[in-house]
């Protein structure tokens, strides 16, 4: 069963900067995209960030575009989410999430084509 556990989420002041984890196991297929989501208190989980499973390819909301950056170390199993010039408005429950692929370059925002998910780590950015 793969899991996937997220960390590095907590409180910070406007303006600051968090750097999330996702650390993955389990895994039995080769290959694996990645994707970021959030939600917000009141608000349905969207979608972040994704990477394709070489790292080459990254796609960004664009509400994140240009202060967030994706990254991945396939040799730790793990993504990374680095956050940088946070608002208010980035604060919800991030998630990561794993789809299998057969390709070196997919990418995928809608969280229907994922297939694992983890527990999600909270953001709380103060005004």
């Known amino acids: 069963q793969v899991q996937l556990v997220e960390s590095g989420g907590g409180l910070v002041q406007a303006g600051g900067s968090l750097r999330l984890s996702c650390a993955a196991s389990?895994?039995?297929?080769?290959?694996?995209?990645m994707g970021w989501f959030r939600q917000a208190p009141g608000k349905e989980r969207e979608f972040v960030a994704a990477?394709?499973?070489?790292?080459?390819?990254?796609a960004y909301a664009d509400s994140v575009k240009g202060r967030f950056t994706i990254s991945r170390d396939n040799a730790k199993n793990t993504v990374f989410l680095q956050m940088n010039s946070l608002t208010p408005e980035d604060t919800a429950v991030y998630y990561c999430?794993?789809?299998?692929?057969?390709?070196?370059?997919?990418?995928?925002?809608?969280?229907?084509?994922?297939?694992?998910w983890g527990q999600g780590t909270q953001v709380t950015v103060s005004s």
């Open positions: 990477i394709s499973w070489n790292g080459a390819s990254t």
């Open positions: 999430a794993d789809k299998r692929v057969n390709t070196n370059w997919g990418l995928y925002r809608s969280q229907n084509e994922y297939d694992y």
């Open positions: 389990g895994r039995t297929f080769s290959r694996y995209s």
